[in-house]
């Protein structure tokens, strides 16, 4: 079989193992107490063929059973595996042989219980890898589709999951079934709901091809722990969002690793990198399982068409609330703008005079003209989304009359949040589902929902204006050590500029070099076998004059080594902002580029942003523009302006660099001087090997 | 009248306002679309007396009207005014004269509106002031309070909301609304409900000492937009957080003050100030509505004793959602202690090998034994909450019989974080609210709980240690300018040290002080009309031989001066870190202490910490702590370790400075220079007048 053939295959393995028309259930048992009779139980009302594997009985539930995997009938969608680990093998072997599409393994006791578990999980990766069996888990409590009745999961309640447009794809089926649950309390259901456990063959990036061009899906939330090959699920986030909004959760911000790897037997990686690649993929990233939910259920039901900086309006029947809502965007970055004159005039015509009409719009308790404001601002052609918050008062504001025809004139998202007695707010929100009108129930939840439209929106655009891998030549592999001058050569091949400097080998040399340069110079001891060049004296900074510079050389000549006479001389670069740029090749991850402050201060606090490369220049403007001090850039005090073109095409240049050279792991250049001219590399590191590269 | 016997007064008239016993709407209408027949009918329910003024009528509802207000029956406890702003100052005076407790305004057309409506409000203010009448609002929704059946507030369902033990003091109308919704959508109740509009009279500071004797309230609420007489609120909160938990949101994190203005009139002050007093006093603070609510339901059932650093236990039935807890609670920055190797003994007899069980315990799927398993970790020592969670599985854990023996047993806070379809929940948190223990619905919502109990149990530690105010002996008024020098020296009055410096007039006692100092000096001119010293070249740092003292002087006489000859020479201070501390006399708050990181990057981030004065060494530790960049000060990179209790009396000092010289506004070191020895102001200034101070 050729590996298209074979990719083929698991392509299509993978919809029948999550849209079975045929389940067995291998180790099906007649106690209830066992995990294969809550298997048959779960599964009883399955639309499709189900059977039973069990060399005891003839028959389970009134469902056939069958003795052996072997003499099952030919082509089998899904085998559900409630069978001892030490088992698993063998079933999955004899499975793939008999035509199944994919498993599900019931039972624990692989690479989550430590090394013996780790050897049964790498060889069903290579029955899989090898035949083109598809595997859920291990380590996983399964998935619920509730458009083909299948309830592959055991935890009392999942088969009472509604259908719905939201699928959950969740590294851990504990919070597999949290966030469905919570997609239930919202009124809303599921198209599929997903545990992937210890992911051996079936990861979050095999699933979102498939959930990509699902009719019934119409938003994917994502549940990360870590991720081992990042660049793969990168790539899939991208395909996918281009299509469908993705709204991804990803654990471990704090050190929790020893208890993680308990879990999963995965590292968590860098939780920085994960976020960034999957925001930069195009991904909606939350902070909870609440987030999680809620934000999906809201972009399943509206999304914006690709922006940059999406504009959000607010209309509001009390102000407080408005306040926080208001507080929450700007807090958040989305751009509230104030309204156009026309606009406000308009407004104007429905409201008293005093009232705060330029965005938010402060209704005041909501009156007859309620819907015609809505209108107006979702007509503002400055507005891509209109959010709407007021108190649940029936007598006076009905969300539907007052929301549908600004929704149906603009075509744009209006959104609705409210609040009011549980008990009471049931036939509104009934009405709003009914007339696909999103409604949250707080200020927050209104606050994400502009949030949510807005990354989405910016995510949609980083993807329509991603960066362009750049043809990767062949280059001739760089081998020994890189001395400053050697590294600021090569990146000055990348198009990243160094002071004027001359390597020079004698006093005789250092002098006509210094006549060339322009003062003030430093002069450098350039012996490859001197570390510490400031610490030994060999580092001379504001050299103007000749007598300077002989005192400079007199001071290098006294430091012994092996190399005597070796300077360098360089130009002394003008002040300006000191930045660290840099990039490492990162297993899971592929090359990552980051930009960050210069100092010990924003070392300490890690401020520094991260990319996977290839970036371009907008996205290296948008990692300038995370960073917490980015006002440093800007002529903060006493500092010039930084030209923010000159760092992008530096970082760029690193970028291309290190996929030009797949020899190098690391590169930093630290400082990079910046001034409203140029971007300078003071110093540079270069690393050779394969290399992880340390935590951002 | 004395100002004890009216203070006394004012005391009795809330308690009236708020918990009335007869009630007169005045403007009451039998025209349902007026607000004086919607507040009859909101409170057509209120068991004792209740009666209208109108002229034109002589019963409303069934209820006695009166012709005017003078000729009320004396004493009645609460008047609701539904007639226009401009008539209620003459309603107020004539309420005062009759003997009414307290009056609350339906109509708005005050201080949100602009001069004239201050005015108004200014007058009304007066009134209060003169006769010990209150007033709630105006601008305001009112308030509810179930155990009195009040409904003093026009929203539908309002009359619905349950008896509860959580007071919501809010600012806005519509966010104390919000907030008792979401209380209810908890399945709780309020024990009173109150939006405090425009505050004119009855503020937060004034409700909060009568809701800390209230028996019915067992937690409060408090949602704060601008904050005009921060400490009489401070205090308020600090004396209720001796008793009851108090949990805040303030508004303001982004800039949104135009809107702010136009919502209340009033300014939104520093959000970072009244975030930092409110916790100081006490107060949980949080970042929404649903925390909010969530948060003050919580600490309503249960509460732990003052502790600095609490620590809380994890016992889960799903690793991937209590990797989130985990997660959750550790970012932040709550204790999440290994366990004894006595309680993992103890827990490891009810759970299968290869378990994780150092806390978080990860019990897989709950078994018989977790009921003692929670048990054994809730009788852990150096374990302060108990947090329990799992799916709802009533078959397989019935969470009243797993958490009530650890509850009983230890006596600490056990809380049950579960989720489920909404519809199966129902019996558990019925039974859960019955045996009294806390249920939440969510792995950040189980996070929320912990972080809530730590930071409560935090404050009240902090009440308790608080810094005694020290006895400010009266000194002599300071005027004048304050140079570098005489600024350092009542820096020394207040024990905060300097570099060892002389000032000198001439250059033979520049030369003597030059040979009594320790090498390298800096010489700085010490003309007062010279304000920027470097730029001149009156700066000569690193000075260490007679030549180069010499070399300096000649230097600083060719600057010209009217005050020649004027020269200060100080020893060079050693290395270290550069910190920035300082006080400002706040109008809101008083007496507000700064301690921050030196450098350009910290200014740009607002790197800093404050807290109202005085303040003791433990809460300069916790400003330090909450510094981001505080790992600068334990010898991070080259940098020394810093000595925090220098830090601590130098930031101690300024505070006792401040206070004891009220003639000045704002005292500023800057840098502070710090290392492991010391803590030593390098420079320093004075500014004398009352000042509110910048932003922090």
Known sequence: MSNTELEAIRGRNLERLFNPRSIAVIGASTDLAKAGSQAMLSLKG?????????????EILGFPCYPSVGELPEGVDLAVLAIPAEYCIGVAEQAAARGVGGIFIISGGFGETGAEGGRLQARLAEVCQST???????????????????????????????????????????????????????????????????????????VLPMLASDPNTHAIALHLEGVPNGRALFDAVREATA?????????????????????????????????????????????????????????????????????????????????LIVDGLKSAGVNVPEFDVAVTDQIQQHLPPMTFIKNPVDTGRPGPGFARIVEAVAGAVEIDAVLVYSLSEPS?????????PARAQSGKPVVFGTLGLRADLGPALEALSTANIPAVLSPERLVLAGVALAADARGRWNAQHRAVVPHVSAKPVLTGRFDESRAKALLSEYGI?????????????????????TTPVVVKIAASDVPHKTEVGGV??????????????????????????????????????????????????????????????????????????????????????????????????????CNRDAIAAAVIGIGRLLMEHPEIAEIEVNPLRVNVESALALDALVVFGERAGAAQ
Chains 1, 2 share one sequence.
């Not at 990686?269 to 609440?290: D, F, I, P, Y």
């Not at 500029?497 to 340069?517: D, H, K, N, Q, T």
């Not at 005597?564 to 297993?587: F, H, Q, T, Y």
């Open 46 to 58: 399955f639309p499709g063929r189900l059977m039973a594997v069990n060399p005891k009985v003839s």
């Open 132 to 206: 083109g069996l598809r595997l859920l888990g291990p380590n996983t409590s399964g998935f619920i589709n509730p458009h083909a009745k299948c309830v592959a999961s055991f935890v009392p309640g999942v088969d009472q999951l509604r259908k719905g447009r939201v699928a959950v794809v969740a590294q851990s089926g504990g919070v597999n079934l949290s966030i469905s649950f919570l997609i239930d309390h919202l009124g809303h259901g599921v198209s599929l709901a997903a545990g992937l456990g210890n992911a051996v063959d079936v990861s979050a990036a095999d």
């Open 243 to 323: 299509v469908k909004p993705v709204v991804a959760l990803v654990a471990g911000k704090a050190d929790i690793g020893e208890f993680a790897v308990s879990h999963t037997g995965n590292l968590m990686g860098s939780h920085k990198r994960t976020v960034s690649a999957l925001a930069q993929a195009g991904a909606v990233v939350v902070n909870s399982t609440e987030e999680l939910a809620q934000a999906a259920v809201l972009l399943a039901t509206c999304r914006l068409p690709a922006k940059r900086a999406a504009s959000v309006a607010l209309v509001t029947g009390q102000a407080g609330p408005g306040l």
């Open 396 to 404: 006076v504001l009905d969300p539907v009359v007052a929301l549908s």
């Open 497 to 517: 500029r160094s002071p004027e400097r001359v390597l020079c080998y004698g006093r005789e040399e250092a002098i006509a070099a210094f006549a060339r340069l």
């Open 540 to 641: 001379h900074l504001g050299i103007r004059d000749r007598q300077g510079l002989e005192k400079a050389l007199d001071a290098i000549e006294r430091i012994p080594t092996a190399d005597p006479g070796k300077v360098l001389i360089e130009e002394m670069a003008p002040d300006g902002v000191e930045l660290v740029i840099g990039g490492v090749r990162d297993s899971s991850w592929g090359v990552v580029l980051m930009v960050g402050l210069g100092g010990v201060l924003a070392e300490a606090l890690a401020d520094s942003s991260v990319r996977l490369a290839p970036v371009g220049a907008s996205e290296v403007q948008d990692m300038l523009g995370e960073l917490r001090g980015h006002k440093l850039l800007d002529g903060f005090r006493t500092l010039p302006v």
